[in-house]
């Protein structure tokens, strides 16, 4: 019982001190790196997005189609049986 008292005092004494210890703002000399980096490289990875089959959007249930962008799908579908002898339907 001992124990958990002086093992709250002492977690309390540590939050004390953490609390009250002062505490300096670093200077933002990390980010100047990343300023000269030039118009044409990014670190950021871009995606294409697309995706080809329906998929629910904000403007509702679309797919992308390459060279053409993005096609808004309607309740037209095909069905087909797949090499692996599964049902697969497509949505236009």
Not at 35 to 43: L, P, V
Not at 63 to 81: E, I, L, P
Request: some cysteine; overall charge positive; aromatic content about 8%.
């Amino acid at each position: 019982m001992s124990s958990k008292i002086t093992l709250a005092a002492v977690a309390v004494a540590g939050v004390a001190l953490l609390a009250t210890a002062p505490v300096f703002a670093a200077p933002a000399s990390g980010l100047s790196p990343l300023k000269t980096i030039g118009a044409n490289q990014s670190i950021v990875e871009e995606t294409h997005g697309w995706h080809r089959q329906c998929r629910k959007g904000l403007n509702g249930w679309h797919k992308h189609v390459k060279g053409v962008g993005r096609v808004q799908c309607t309740t037209a579908k095909n069905c087909y049986t797949n090499v692996l002898g599964f049902r697969v339907c497509d949505w236009y």
